[in-house]
């Protein structure tokens, strides 16, 4: 009786870390978020994964997790600020300024050109 009781606790500690995992959505580039490409418009996905739990007979098997994903860094919160890209992280400090995060993101600034005419093209 002893052993059962010990497999059950053995098997109840080795699945909760697994449902608590299921259950935390994950950041991704997808709905509006804001990258290194630009902004991701396409719909957030769940993604699944494959956890090892204790099975009920005391063996080891696997088990699909499915996990939610949200936008790491919504387009409508990054800002251009000295020519980098800043996401405001919709918290304030103890001063009440909002703070916000320089994102490390690797892009090219092109130089601007909206002032210059192009004529139609010749064949």
């Known amino acids: 009786m002893k052993r059962t009781w010990v497999a059950v606790l ?8 697994a449902i608590a995992f299921a259950e935390e959505p994950v950041a991704a580039w997808c709905g509006g978020s804001y990258g ?11 993604v699944e994964a494959k956890a090892r739990v204790a099975g009920a007979t005391g063996g080891m098997r696997e088990q ?5 994903t949200f936008p ?9 600020e000295r020519g980098r890209a800043v996401y405001d992280t919709g918290n304030v ?6 703070i916000k995060k320089e994102l490390s993101l690797k892009f090219i600034a092109a ?13």
């Open 93 to 98: 400090d103890k001063d009440g300024k909002p």
């Open 72 to 80: 790491e860094y919504p387009a409508s919160m990054v800002t251009f």
């Open 10 to 17: 053995v098997a109840v500690a080795l699945v909760i870390p």
């Open 111 to 123: 130089p601007e050109r909206f002032d210059e005419v192009e004529a139609p093209g010749t064949d």
């Open 36 to 46: 290194a490409s630009g902004t991701n418009f396409g719909e957030c996905v769940k």
């Open 64 to 68: 699909t997790v499915t996990v939610p």
